[in-house]
């Protein structure tokens, strides 16, 4: 009996070591060790569910690890994914914040870990923890689009529908700059006449808009990013527009899963004869979209090269080098660095050769090409 005893007693020591020899092997990092977490903001979007692939593919002939997890438009899960990660101990983290402001306290917590932080494509604001921002340059987004409305628009007292992103997010505000800078003379001059803003309205004699002065026109044009809210604005500020604001009109939709669901509104009241509509981010359905003549343009931006310039970035500081930049923005805290990617304007003539030819996508995704 004794000797049973000391045989169970011995294989409970051993099987005890065994275990806790497992849990100091997991703890210490081994392959649980992630060096470079992302935090995207939604997974209902197809632009982040292209950009996820595509970070996955950056790193995957690296020694270095990712981790990436989808913050679906709420704050505190994005603050909640990047405590995830800094318990996975991440070196770097590249973040797209759902909300610009509200992210602050989520990197801020990074920063104390020694992490670096990358705002990717949309800034963090009112913070100094972040160190380092890729992004397009998003007031020559709202540029270009603006100007393709500028150099399609015939005639005068052209009506005028302004739509715009989230207030919540810094890059909504960048767009509009950029649109309102090469429109307002335009507007100015009776080209365009304001059809859906009262707030525009009142500014439409100032070139240079406070960010008190784009709030108030945000408040009154935004679709916060969602198609059913550009849908439903469109909806009401038609069925509200006069023969005078209907007819030949121009539509400066924020991104392509708004200006969708704006065309799809325009196109079927039967007051306007025709419509021009601006988006972004080259979706592939918005792509159809402009091969049908129901989206005029999209504002390319190739998250290749986004993507490409993050990890870049991550990868030289994880070399332990100092990451070439190209300018700065102003966070409302400090002027963070940045690299800058260039945008480009497709519509129906270089679809095929911006997108197809360039194999961001393949020609047998489409139809009438």
């Known amino acids: 009996m004794k000797r049973t005893w000391k045989s169970i007693s011995f294989l409970f020591v051993v099987m005890l070591l065994m275990a806790l020899m497992a849990a100091c092997s997991n703890s210490s990092g081994g392959s649980s060790k992630v060096s470079v977490g992302i935090v995207l903001p939604t997974k209902d979007e197809p632009r982040w569910v292209q950009d996820e692939q595509r970070f996955k ?6 020694e270095y690890t990712t981790e990436i997890l989808f ?59 972040v160190d380092y921002y890729v992004t397009f340059d998003s007031v020559a987004v709202g540029a270009a689009q603006g100007q393709y409305l500028i150099d399609n628009a015939q005639g005068k007292d052209v009506p005028l529908y302004l739509y715009a992103g989230a207030a919540s997010d810094n890059n909504a505000f960048l767009f509009f700059e950029g649109a309102w800078s090469v429109l307002q003379p335009k507007i ?34 935004t679709t916060n990013w969602d198609a059913n809210d550009a849908k439903n604005k ?26 969708r669901s704006i065309a799809d509104v325009f196109g079927s009241d039967g007051d306007i004869t025709s419509y021009l509509v ?18 005029s343009m ?3 931006k190739d998250v290749r090269t986004l993507v490409k310039d993050a990890m870049g970035i991550a ?12 300018g700065s923005y102003d966070n ?23 997108l197809i030819d360039s194999e961001y996508y393949e020609a047998s995704e489409f139809t009438g090409l």
Do not use: C, W
């Not at 990868?315 to 190209?326: A, N, Q, R």
């Open 71 to 129: 913050s679906q438009g709420s704050s505190a899960k994005e603050k909640e994914n990047v405590e995830t990660l800094l318990n996975k101990g991440i070196e770097v983290l590249i973040i797209t914040p759902h909300d610009g402001a509200a992210a602050a306290s989520a990197v801020e917590a990074a920063k104390k870990e020694g992490v670096t932080v990358i705002s990717y494509d949309r800034l963090i604001t009112n913070t100094d923890a």
């Open 332 to 354: 409302g805290n400090k002027e963070v660095k940045a690299k800058q990617t260039d945008v480009i304007v497709v519509d129906e003539e270089n679809v095929k050769k911006e």
């Open 188 to 221: 100015a001059d009776g080209t365009f006449k304001i059809a859906n803003s009262v707030e525009a309205e009142k500014l439409k004699d100032k070139v240079e808009l406070t960010r008190d002065e784009m709030s108030k026109i945000l408040g009154q044009v």
């Open 278 to 295: 601006t988006g972004q981010d080259a979706e592939k359905a918005s792509i159809q979209y402009v091969i049908d003549g129901k989206q």
């Open 298 to 300: 999209t504002v390319f």
């Open 315 to 326: 990868v030289e500081i994880l070399d332990g080098k100092t990451p070439d930049t190209t």
């Open 57 to 62: 593919d950056a790193l995957s002939d690296s």
């Open 234 to 259: 469109a909806q009401t500020h038609l069925t509200a527009a006069g023969a005078d604001l209907k007819g030949d009109v121009a539509v400066l939709a924020p991104n392509d899963g708004t200006a």
